[in-house]
T-cell receptor
Framework: QQQVKQSPQSLIVQKGGISIINCAYE??????FPWYQQFPGKGPALLIA?????SEKKEGRFTISFNKSAKQFSLHIMDSQPGDSATYFC????????????FGRGTQLTVWP | EAQVTQNPRYLITVTGKKLTVTCSQN?????MSWYRQDPGLGLRQIYY???????DKGDVPEGYKVSRKEKRNFPLILESPSPNQTSLYFC????????????FGQGTRLTVV
């Protein structure tokens, strides 16, 4: 059973546009929701993360929106740039002793110049 | 520089020939894990370790072994590789199990023929 569902699988956006990637989860015990960015030939790297006590977190052009009641969270990339072209993974974990991170299946973002 | 180092980066082997992929981290992290990445399936956890001598199965452990004899090292062992283990493998480490950033290695692309 997939713990975190991510959509879309691929996304094409024009330079300067807004990229939006959505994720949904079922486990209400999850309390940490990071997004990872992966460039070709590299390992994933943390982009931004949020905890459920806030509804939004912004870092530069990247914003996480979190809807606890709907059990959904999303990544918004404002003013998308060709350098943002990468694969994005959402993830979730609970602060228990297991500490497992459950990843979505990823979204391949292409930003056209 | 804080990092997770995997070796080798690329490996082509034949069915049944035992192999080991090494992983080492220099951040004194307690938690380490192995993932495989396949197109359309995202990152799936193979095994994880919460500390020295403590390991457990992830979502796709069949055909793999791990060991954690030292805190910094977490090798992945394929005793008898099969073609369905052809994949991109990532090692990751986290400081603790509670809501901390995961640092990923550069990946190992394994082909089993």
């Amino acid at each position: 059973q997939q713990q975190v569902k991510q959509s879309p699988q691929s996304l094409i956006v024009q330079k300067g546009g807004i990229s939006i990637i959505n994720c949904a989860y079922e486990n209400t015990a999850f309390d940490y929701f990071p997004w990872y960015q992966q460039f070709p030939g590299k390992g994933p790297a943390l982009l931004i993360a949020i905890r459920p006590d806030v509804s939004e977190k912004k870092e530069g052009r990247f914003t996480i929106s979190f809807n606890k009641s709907a059990k959904q969270f999303s990544l918004h990339i404002m003013d998308s740039q060709p350098g943002d072209s990468a694969t994005y993974f959402c993830a979730a974990s609970e602060g228990s002793t297991l500490g497992r991170l459950y990843f979505g299946r990823g979204t391949q973002l292409t930003v056209w110049p | 520089e804080a990092q997770v180092t995997q070796n080798p980066r690329y490996l082509i082997t034949v069915t049944g020939k035992k192999l080991t992929v090494t992983c080492s981290q220099n951040m004194n992290h307690e938690y380490m894990s192995w993932y495989r990445q396949d197109p359309g399936l995202g990152l799936r956890q193979i095994y994880y370790s919460m500390n020295v001598e403590v390991t457990d199965k992830g979502d796709v452990p069949e055909g793999y072994k791990v060991s954690r004899k030292e805190k910094r090292n977490f090798p992945l062992i394929l005793e008898s590789p099969s073609p369905n283990q052809t994949s991109l493998y990532f090692c990751a480490s986290r400081l603790t199990t509670v809501n901390t950033e995961a640092f990923f290695g550069q990946g190992t692309r394994l082909t089993v023929v």
